[in-house]
């Protein structure tokens, strides 16, 4: 696995307008498990593609007290 970089504010790249994801593929897998070790990293909560400059509508998050639980949105919507 692989430790993203987290873009930060006022990063211009953070306004980018995400795409939805269309299949869950190999790659996407991978992303998933990269995004996952990148917020455990940086001792995070919650992590969305945008923040390490992939645009596409995905978000890590793991709000479990052992850091034990994570969970996977794809195409998120509120």
Do not use: C, K, W
Request: hydrophobic share 45%.
């Amino acid at each position: 696995m692989t430790r993203l970089t987290i873009l930060e504010y006022p990063d211009p790249r953070l306004r980018t307008r995400a795409v939805p994801v269309d299949a869950v593929d190999a790659a996407l897998r991978e992303l998933i498990d990269d995004m996952l070790e990148t917020m455990y990293s940086a001792n995070g909560v919650g992590l969305a593609a945008t923040q390490v400059d992939v645009h596409r509508r995905l978000l890590v998050a793991d709000v479990s007290e052992g850091h034990n639980d994570p969970r996977v949105f794809i195409n998120p919507e509120i």
